[in-house]
């Protein structure tokens, strides 16, 4: 995986993103989704084929052509999915390792990376306090989905990356950040990786942890072109 940053691709070269689930998350237009798409076309150059999934309501078609240089060489080798509702997305990744199998003869053609934007969109909008038990029923979805992204990175050494919204808890009288999937997503993740804004416009905060110990802090400048 080719990480938008500098910073952040020093780093993993002491220690392996690779191994686990790695999830970017954040307040709304913080910039994941151009920390998504950035590392994808990073990824292509460095002879990856990617599978991203897009959850959210408007498909960013001019983010991508921006940060894709309009390159169809980069497009090609980048499988766009777009799921309608959380059944869809838990249906598609559910059934992944049949596409994982049915290409894997094909070395042009093998998945190397999977990302998906955002794993908790669409989880999100069916939650409902007054109906406990589809909300039984969608956290035991969320993590199958999380479960088999585990497993698929376990046993194809395929990457996976995902972008997550940010939730809030009050914690101690204290109302805390939080990722969003509360202790389904604490139990999958290897890596998160937090987006904050600063006191400057076009500069965001990365906090990096490997589960709840902190690894890495450093600055980043955001343009339209992505991030530096």
Do not use: C
């Not at 989704?33 to 959210?56: D, E, P, R």
Request: overall charge positive.
């Amino acid at each position: 995986m080719k990480f938008p940053t500098l910073s952040l691709n020093t780093y993993s070269n002491n220690f392996d993103f690779s191994e686990g689930i790695i999830s970017v998350w954040g307040d709304l237009g913080v910039g994941k989704t151009t920390f998504a798409l950035q590392t994808a076309f990073n990824s292509i150059k460095n002879g990856k084929k990617i599978l991203f999934f897009y959850t959210k309501p408007n498909f960013p078609t001019e983010k991508i052509i921006n940060l894709s240089k309009y390159s169809k060489q980069l497009l090609n080798k980048i499988t766009f999915i777009t799921p309608i509702n959380f059944n869809d997305l838990h249906k598609i990744v559910f059934n992944l390792e049949f596409l994982i199998l049915k290409h894997l003869e094909n070395k042009e053609n093998q998945l190397k990376l999977i990302i998906i934007d955002s794993i908790t969109d669409l989880y999100r909008l069916e939650l409902d306090r007054e109906k406990k038990e589809k909300n039984y029923n969608l956290n035991y979805h969320l993590n199958q989905i999380l479960a088999n992204l585990f497993y698929i990175n376990k046993t194809y050494k395929i990457e996976i990356l995902i972008i997550n919204e940010i939730s809030r808890k009050t914690l101690n009288d204290h109302i805390v950040e939080v990722q969003a999937g509360g202790k389904v997503m604490e139990y999958w993740i290897s890596y998160n990786i937090k987006i904050n804004r600063t006191e400057k416009l076009n500069q965001r905060k990365f906090v990096i942890k490997q589960r709840e110990k902190l690894v890495l802090e450093f600055i980043e400048n955001l343009t339209i072109n992505g991030f530096e």
